[in-house]
């Protein structure tokens, strides 16, 4: 036996003499290991969905809003009165080098028919950059090409979703729909894409021609949005830079002279920034519950320990007496205190993950188990047994041999 | 008091005193003591509580450090080692057997026994040569069989050959007993004064400290205490054997 197995023997043994001393004494540290656990598991998860749902709404992509409009003094909410302009998709798609795909946009909601069966979805006009812009490909046919935009041809592509009800097992290319009572051709079916952010269903759409939309359907003069592609991320802040100019000359906006933006600009990466803000707020939660147990559950194990020296000073007089150094008796106590902690952080890793199966079940929220965080915890069980048994150990080794031969 | 044609002693104490601070006043516990004791003797140290036999047993036992004199043990002065010094000391060369006999419980008999072995910085044994040794030890105080019983399932007497066994392990220079037999009866005590009676006729040097008369009479030599100093000296001339030595 060497003194290694023995130390450990004999803190299996001190853990195992008072079962339930040991468990209440650990119960701080499985409660925050529990916490750090479940929250990175959580936390990874959500943001790789966060990722996945950003990055099926197209790479590098910003989109411009008409803004809020203040007339003698009443603001009005963004949309209200469009100030955007089909100018100012010609100026951006010719004046901003930055920005390598533009499309005009507009939005409705209306009635789409095949023979007996009708849909109420939303209308979608865009132009021909619409695909690249959105990273989203035509899966059969084509899509609508710039002359049957200038020409507003009735032609359409629709979303996955659209084309099932609509069409059920049956081709839709080059079928006839109505919309609003109008007959369009199907040129083109979207790939799947599956549900938004906000839990919409993205493929319960139809995309026609910005101009088709604008003029058919819609009868307006007004640019909806405006959607813009850069080629690579680092360009975003650039593009979105040039296109603020460009905008506040074009509509004569001071904005030294206090003059607000009648426009907006959305980047992906601010609505990814702002995902990462809301589960940032949520860490920073999780985590000081942790931080707290931890503390608490450290805390608990300094307790335990000094009555276990206490408790044992005879024992320590003996083992000094035969020749125990102050540093054996030290890292005697020490190891028990890491060995009740570790302990700790084994049930803690367990009680988490089922935390995290339990929210993956109910929730229905993915939930990364990363191997990473159980190391984690594992790292950190060991550290607070380290740092809150150093005290009670440093006592015990400190203890006069003949004193503690003496205590009864 | 050197006798040139003697061997070289275990123990050498030089005027030694130890002086506690009690408050305002000086207790001198030790006050000037010197004596030698000879490789393979058996010395009995008596005295009234007070007398300061369980300062001279924690000096010898370098558990405690004199406040002033030598203390010379197998020709290593030792009176001014470091607390870290003392326990490589105590471990090497003496070996404890204490009244209430002091296991370590919930642990077997066998592991009681190797306890010093763990500590021990000069011998490295594997773990195969710390088991035989100590086997040894539990069979040379008649416990072979009981190795892998504990302390709650042993009688006192049982217990306190485990101590000794313990304080045998790693062949100490001296063995140091304080009051081996306080918490025994009379027939046990008898036995237990014969294990260390058969250790001493092996050789062990052995030092008992105790206040009992017929206790004392087992040993070869007694030194009696009284106020910090040695009072008298003299060797046992009717000496009890143990009626289950070996």
Redesign the interface.
């Known amino acids: 036996?060497?003194?290694t197995t023995?130390i450990l023997k004999v803190a299996f043994?001190a853990m195992g003499?008072n079962k339930m001393r040991s468990l209440l004494t650990a119960l701080g540290i499985i409660i925050g290991v529990a916490c750090v656990v479940a929250t990175i598991g959580i936390g990874e998860g959500a943001r790789v969905q966060a990722e996945s749902q950003l990055q099926s709404l197209g790479t590098n992509f910003l989109m411009i809003f008409p803004g809020t409009t203040t007339s003698s003094g009443a603001r009005s909410g963004w949309g209200s009165n469009s100030k955007l302009s089909e100018q100012d998709v010609d100026a951006i798609r010719q004046e901003v080098s930055s920005v390598s795909y533009v499309s005009a946009s507009i939005r409705s909601v209306a009635q789409v028919v095949y023979g007996n069966q009708n849909w109420s979805t939303s209308i979608q006009g865009g132009e021909v950059d619409w695909p690249a812009i959105r990273s989203w490909n035509v899966a059969e046919g084509q899509f609508f090409t710039d002359a049957d935009n200038r020409a507003a041809a009735k032609v359409c592509v629709l979303g996955r979703t659209v084309a099932t009800t609509l069409f059920g097992d049956e081709d839709p290319v080059g079928k006839m729909i109505r919309i609003k009572n109008i007959p369009f051709r199907v040129v083109g079916v979207l790939e799947a894409k599956g549900g938004s952010m906000m839990g919409q269903d993205q493929d319960d759409t139809v995309i026609a021609p910005y101009q088709t939309v604008r003029k058919k359907i819609m009868g307006t003069t007004s640019v909806g949005m405006i959607m813009t592609a850069v080629s690579t991320p680092d360009l975003v802040l650039q593009a979105q830079e040039e296109i603020s100019a460009l905008l506040r000359q074009r509509h004569k906006i001071n904005k030294a002279a206090g003059q607000e933006d009648d426009f907006m600009i959305r980047s992906q990466t601010e609505m990814l920034a702002q995902a990462e803000q809301q589960s940032r707020t949520m860490a920073v939660l999780l985590w000081s519950i942790a931080g707290v147990s931890l503390l608490v559950g450290g805390i608990g194990i300094m307790n335990i320990m000094l009555v276990s020296v206490t408790e044992r000073t005879?024992?320590i007089?003996?083992?000094?007496?035969?020749?125990?150094?102050?540093?054996?008796i030290r890292a005697q106590f020490l190891v028990e205190a890491v060995v009740l902690a570790v302990a700790g952080g084994i049930l803690g890793i367990g009680l988490g993950v089922g935390i995290q199966q339990a929210v993956a079940k109910f929730a229905g929220w993915p939930v990364l188990v990363s191997t990473s965080s159980v190391s984690l915890a594992f790292l950190f069980s060991a550290l607070i047994g380290v740092t809150f048994g150093f005290y009670p150990a440093l006592k015990a080794s400190r203890l006069d041999?003949?004193e503690a031969?003496r205590y009864e | 008091m050197a006798d040139p044609t003697a061997p070289e002693p275990v123990i050498r104490l030089q005027d030694l005193t130890r002086v506690y601070q009690m408050g305002d006043t000086e207790v001198r516990a030790l006050d000037g003591v010197s004596i030698d004791v000879s490789p393979g003797e058996f010395l009995a140290v008596m005295g009234p509580s007070g007398s300061g036999k369980s300062t001279f047993m924690?000096i010898v036992?370098c558990?405690?450090r004199p406040t002033s004199g030598t203390y010379v043990l197998e020709g290593i002065d030792v009176s001014t080692l470091d607390?870290?010094e003392r326990?490589?000391i105590?471990?090497?060369k003496i070996g404890?057997v204490?009244q209430s006999f002091?296991l370590?419980?919930?642990?077997s008999a066998l592991?009681n026994v190797?306890?010093?072995l763990?500590?021990?910085r000069k011998h490295r044994l594997t773990?195969a040569e710390?088991l035989v040794k100590a086997r040894g030890c539990l069979g040379k105080v008649g416990l072979a069989e009981r190795w892998d019983h504990t302390p709650a399932q042993l009688s006192g007497g049982q217990q306190q050959r485990v101590a000794v066994a313990?304080a045998l392990v790693?062949d100490p220079a001296i063995m140091l007993a304080d009051e081996p037999t306080g918490n025994l009866d009379s027939k046990t005590s008898d036995e237990i004064m014969g294990i260390f009676q058969s250790l001493n006729e092996e050789g062990k040097t052995v030092v008992l400290i105790t206040h009992e008369h017929d206790i004392a009479e087992y040993a070869r030599r007694v030194v009696a205490f009284r106020d910090g100093r040695i009072v008298a000296d003299e060797v046992v001339s009717n000496r009890r054997s143990a009626k289950g030595a070996r």
């Open positions: 036996m060497t003194k023995s043994r003499r005879r024992e007089g003996v083992r000094m007496a035969i020749g125990a150094k102050g540093a054996d041999p003949i031969l | 924690n036992g558990l405690d607390r870290n326990a490589e105590r471990n090497d404890f204490f002091n370590l419980a919930r642990t592991e190797e306890l010093p763990l500590y021990s773990d710390q313990r790693n």
